[in-house]
């Protein structure tokens, strides 16, 4: 279980935050939605000890992520910085890295296989050489091998083609544990529909609903009351409401098209 | 014990940049010591074996450490730019701080001592093959454990180093940080000319000269200015060997242990902060 608990990160003092007093809590499976440039890989990186907080906690099964060291199996992320150990292989990354953070190497090149990336490719490429989507494959494959007790995937679906997309949906269903998924994209709506959600704009955590939820609701500007979601975004109120006004949340597309609904 | 160490060491030998660091710079430095900076033949400049011989101290006393100080130069850069993944990995993997700074050292001193071996073998080889003299210092496995001891020095300045700026938060300062280590050889090198007198003691890796000068001649060095007592021009206070090891040990653990608490303290540098 993850929680946050009032979270601030600002990443230079003249810089304006990047997490705005973030309260969550993740168990089970999780889905974290919001633009690009709202936070979302930023909270992951809290949740990881690798960002410290201005202000605020990231706990992680109870505990203070800051105070934490050597909990095998406390937490798996994608999220590829953390990839980026030595000058070897993608192959050679996926032995060693599975052997440092008690994965199974055997379970992360099935996973990799499914989604294209053979042995004998991997042997060929530095995990930098690898195409964006590979790359993605590959750090996903590493983070679920490990079947940690809380898994982070960071935005897992991008670049990845349609099949590729509903198998990796399929399989993401099936993992134990608490699960946090972070993505742009509002077509997850539709398979993850019982997943708790959060919405994240502009470094501020909006939630939890359901995703079934948000997937049956519109998007209009202004303050609705019995909204089911209301959030700020550029300075602009927006509500997320059941009924026929405004446009439904899949039909963005992408959590980025917020801004244009916006404007004008 | 993880697999962390092998992977270190298979890294360390087949990365191309820590190589062309490591083993290209050193030879050139190598090869401008023995070609451009000494004089043809020692008959020519009127020197017989021992000041051959004393070239030969010199260069492994002085080109040595400079040039380890110039693989250091890469070896900071590394640790900044992969700390995500050391914090991580410390965190939620088998190794805990003090473990990965001790499986990373055991990682990397096959590559010191691959280093320090190839300084030693070329300034031998292009020795002879300049002056066609074969001159073996006194004590070579006290010249190689001296290179070695001057590679760990530097090792340990080089993780601090980056520790420290990452601490700090100093993330635009790896560039001028990471010169830190070439900045302490030169400190070193300027030994040659001028002595530290007792503050030797206190310096990192300046007594290791001492060191090697006295296993390569088998003579006891002064505590600076090895030029002015090479040349006999003048009189300097002899090192005091036992005092100059212990100095060196000192450091050594004194480094490692800031590692320890330094990566406890350190986060991790993102692609955001550096401004890549």
Same mark, same amino acid.
């Not at chain 1, 998007?219 to 009924?243: C, M, N, P, Q, W």
């Not at chain 2, 060196?248 to 955001?272: C, H, M, N, P």
């Given at each position: 279980?993850?929680?946050?608990?009032?979270?601030?990160?600002?990443?230079?003092?003249?810089?304006?935050?990047?997490?705005?007093?973030?309260?969550?809590?993740?168990?089970?499976?999780?889905?974290?939605?919001?633009?690009?440039?709202?936070?979302?890989?930023?909270?992951?990186?809290?949740?990881?000890?690798?960002?410290?907080?201005?202000?605020?906690?990231?706990?992680?099964?109870?505990?203070?992520?800051?105070?934490?060291?050597?909990?095998?199996?406390?937490?798996?992320?994608?999220?590829?910085?953390?990839?980026?150990?030595?000058?070897?292989?993608?192959?050679?990354?996926?032995?060693?890295?599975?052997?440092?953070?008690?994965?199974?190497?055997?379970?992360?090149?099935?996973?990799?296989?499914?989604?294209?990336?053979?042995?004998?490719?991997?042997?060929?490429?530095?995990?930098?050489?690898?195409?964006?989507?590979?790359?993605?494959?590959?750090?996903?494959?590493?983070?679920?091998?490990? $079947?940690?007790?809380? !898994?982070? +995937?960071?935005?897992?679906?991008?670049?990845?083609? *349609?099949? =590729?997309?509903?198998? #990796?949906? %399929?399989?993401?269903?099936?993992?134990?544990?608490?699960?946090?998924?972070?993505?742009?994209?509002?077509?997850?709506?539709?398979?993850? $529909?019982?997943?708790? !959600?959060? +919405?994240?704009?502009?470094?501020?955590?909006?939630? *939890?609903? =359901?995703?079934?939820? #948000?997937? %049956?609701?519109?998007?209009?500007?202004?303050?609705?009351?019995?909204?089911?979601?209301?959030?700020?975004?550029?300075?602009?109120?927006?509500?997320?409401?059941?009924?026929?006004?405004?446009?439904?949340?899949?039909?963005?597309?992408?959590?980025?098209?917020?801004?244009?609904?916006?404007?004008? | 014990?993880?697999?962390?160490?092998?992977?270190?060491?298979?890294?360390?030998?087949?990365?191309?940049?820590?190589?062309?660091?490591?083993?290209?710079?050193?030879?050139?430095?190598?090869?401008?010591?023995?070609?451009?900076?000494?004089?043809?033949?020692?008959?020519?400049?009127?020197?017989?074996?021992?000041?051959?011989?004393?070239?030969?101290?010199?260069?492994?006393?002085?080109?040595?450490?400079?040039?380890?100080?110039?693989?250091?130069?890469?070896?900071?850069?590394?640790?900044?730019?992969?700390?995500?993944?050391?914090?991580?990995?410390?965190?939620?993997?088998?190794?805990?701080p003090?473990?990965?700074?001790?499986?990373?050292?055991?990682?990397?001193?096959?590559?010191?001592?691959?280093?320090?071996?190839?300084?030693?073998?070329?300034?031998?080889?292009?020795?002879?093959?300049?002056?066609?003299?074969?001159?073996?210092?006194?004590?070579?496995?006290?010249?190689?454990?001296?290179?070695?001891?001057?590679?760990?020095?530097?090792?340990?300045?080089?993780?601090?180093?980056?520790m420290?700026?990452?601490v700090?938060?100093?993330?635009?300062?790896?560039?001028?940080?990471?010169?830190?280590?070439?900045?302490?050889?030169?400190?070193?090198?300027?030994?040659?000319?001028?002595?530290?007198?007792?503050?030797?003691?206190?310096?990192?890796?300046?007594?290791?000269?001492?060191?090697?000068?006295?296993?390569?001649?088998?003579?006891?060095?002064?505590?600076?200015?090895?030029?002015?007592?090479?040349?006999?021009?003048?009189?300097?206070?002899?090192?005091?060997?036992?005092?100059?090891?212990?100095?060196?040990?000192?450091?050594?653990?004194?480094?490692?242990l800031i590692a320890v608490v330094l990566t406890r303290k350190g986060?991790?540098?993102?692609?955001?902060?550096?401004?890549?």
């Amino acid at each position: 279980m993850l929680r946050a608990e009032n979270l601030s990160v600002q990443y230079r003092w003249r810089q304006e935050p990047v997490l705005r007093g973030v309260n969550a809590e993740f168990e089970g499976r999780c889905l974290l939605l919001g633009p690009n440039g709202s936070g979302k890989t930023t909270l992951f990186r809290v949740f990881s000890g690798l960002t410290p907080p201005k202000t605020g906690k990231a706990l992680i099964d109870g505990e203070d992520v800051t105070k934490i060291f050597g909990r095998v199996g406390a937490l798996a992320t994608n999220l590829p910085e953390v990839y980026n150990l030595f000058f070897l292989n993608a192959y050679d990354h996926v032995v060693a890295y599975s052997d440092i953070l008690g994965g199974d190497p055997d379970r992360a090149f099935e996973f990799m296989e499914r989604l294209g990336l053979m042995r004998d490719y991997l042997r060929k490429r530095k995990p930098w050489e690898l195409s964006g989507g590979q790359r993605k494959a590959f750090t996903t494959g590493l983070a679920l091998s490990v $079947r940690a007790r809380n !898994t982070l +995937l960071d935005e897992p679906f991008e670049q990845l083609d *349609p099949a =590729k997309k509903a198998w #990796l949906a %399929e399989k993401l269903s099936s993992v134990e544990g608490t699960l946090v998924v972070n993505t742009h994209e509002t077509w997850v709506l539709k398979p993850f $529909r019982d997943w708790v !959600t959060y +919405l994240i704009f502009e470094g501020r955590a909006y939630g *939890p609903v =359901k995703a079934g939820d #948000l997937l %049956e609701s519109r998007l209009v500007k202004g303050r609705v009351e019995d909204a089911v979601i209301t959030f700020e975004a550029s300075g602009k109120v927006f509500s997320l409401v059941r009924g026929e006004e405004g446009s439904p949340l899949t039909e963005l597309v992408t959590l980025d098209r917020v801004y244009e609904a916006g404007m004008g | 014990m993880s697999r962390y160490a092998y992977y270190k060491l298979k890294d360390m030998i087949t990365n191309v940049e820590a190589l062309a660091w490591g083993i290209g710079f050193i030879e050139f430095w190598v090869i401008m010591w023995i070609f451009v900076f000494s004089p043809s033949s020692p008959q020519e400049a009127g020197w017989g074996e021992a000041v051959v011989k004393g070239n030969i101290a010199m260069a492994y006393s002085f080109l040595g450490i400079l040039s380890m100080s110039s693989a250091a130069v890469g070896l900071t850069a590394g640790i900044y730019r992969s700390s995500f993944a050391r914090r991580f990995i410390t965190k939620f993997g088998r190794l805990g701080p003090a473990s990965l700074i001790a499986e990373d050292f055991a990682g990397s001193i096959a590559s010191i001592v691959l280093f320090a071996g190839v300084i030693f073998f070329s300034v031998e080889a292009l020795s002879y093959a300049r002056w066609g003299t074969l001159v073996v210092p006194e004590n070579p496995v006290g010249v190689l454990a001296d290179l070695v001891l001057a590679g760990i020095i530097l090792y340990w300045i080089a993780y601090d180093i980056a520790m420290a700026l990452i601490v700090a938060r100093r993330v635009r300062g790896v560039s001028g940080g990471s010169m830190l280590s070439l900045i302490v050889g030169f400190i070193v090198y300027a030994q040659l000319w001028v002595s530290f007198g007792k503050a030797a003691y206190a310096v990192p890796l300046a007594p290791v000269p001492a060191l090697l000068m006295y296993h390569s001649l088998g003579t006891y060095p002064p505590i600076g200015a090895y030029l002015l007592w090479l040349t006999g021009a003048g009189k300097v206070e002899a090192i005091d060997l036992r005092l100059a090891a212990l100095s060196s040990i000192l450091w050594v653990a004194a480094l490692a242990l800031i590692a320890v608490v330094l990566t406890r303290k350190g986060g991790a540098v993102s692609v955001e902060e550096l401004g890549m």
